[in-house]
């Protein structure tokens, strides 16, 4: 009877110990994908998979009041690219897309499904690829140099 009882007490705490497992109590809340959610300076992190090549970065500043972006990258090229441009967030469907540069109106390659929005990250997946896929994580501000030498510091880190 004594190894009964203790074979139902070891049965009914590894249920319990299953029960509480340490994924059930890390489930992340992700946020819907807003313009206010979406706001800031985001460096991209990951791209298909991979981490950026030394040297290589890509930043994207998000300003939600006009919708408005600029991108600053140096990927495969020895000088930073810098491209402004409009934003458009469906929040229903959780997808973002662009135009660059006001006169021109050249549309982004894709429109992207952005996924796991947490405050720090998020992923957008091109809606019509799906190996298309780019990881950001939030930055407080550029690192010193990525803006162009033209007078216009990006010095917010007063907020």
């Known amino acids: 009877?004594?190894?009964?009882?203790k074979i139902a007490f070891i049965a009914t705490a590894l249920a319990f110990a299953a029960s509480c497992s340490k994924e059930?109590?890390?489930?992340?809340?992700?946020?819907?994908?807003?313009?206010?959610?979406?706001?800031?300076?985001?460096q991209?992190?990951?791209?298909?998979?991979?981490?950026?090549?030394?040297?290589?970065?890509?930043?994207?500043?998000?300003?939600?009041?006009?919708?408005e972006f600029t991108a600053y990258d140096k990927i495969e090229t020895f000088v930073t690219?810098?491209?402004?441009?409009?934003?458009?967030?469906?929040e229903e469907n959780s997808t973002i897309g662009g135009i660059y540069d006001y006169s021109i109106y050249t549309p982004w390659e894709h429109s992207y499904v952005i996924s796991e929005l947490t405050h720090d990250r998020m992923v957008w997946t091109a809606e019509d690829d799906a190996a298309e896929v780019r990881v950001y994580m939030?930055?407080?501000?550029?690192?010193?140099?990525?803006?162009?030498?033209?007078?216009?510091?990006?010095?917010?880190?007063?907020?």
């Open 24 to 42: 059930d109590s890390e489930t992340v809340e992700y946020l819907r994908a807003t313009p206010y959610n979406v706001e800031g300076i985001w």
């Open 81 to 90: 690219s810098v491209r402004t441009g409009e934003f458009d967030i469906d």
């Open 138 to 159: 939030r930055v407080q501000a550029l690192p010193e140099g990525i803006a162009p030498e033209t007078g216009d510091s990006e010095d917010d880190d007063a907020e």
């Open 44 to 67: 991209l992190v990951e791209w298909n998979g991979a981490s950026l090549a030394d040297g290589s970065f890509a930043y994207i500043e998000l300003v939600r009041k006009n919708r």
């Open 1 to 5: 009877m004594k190894n009964l009882l």
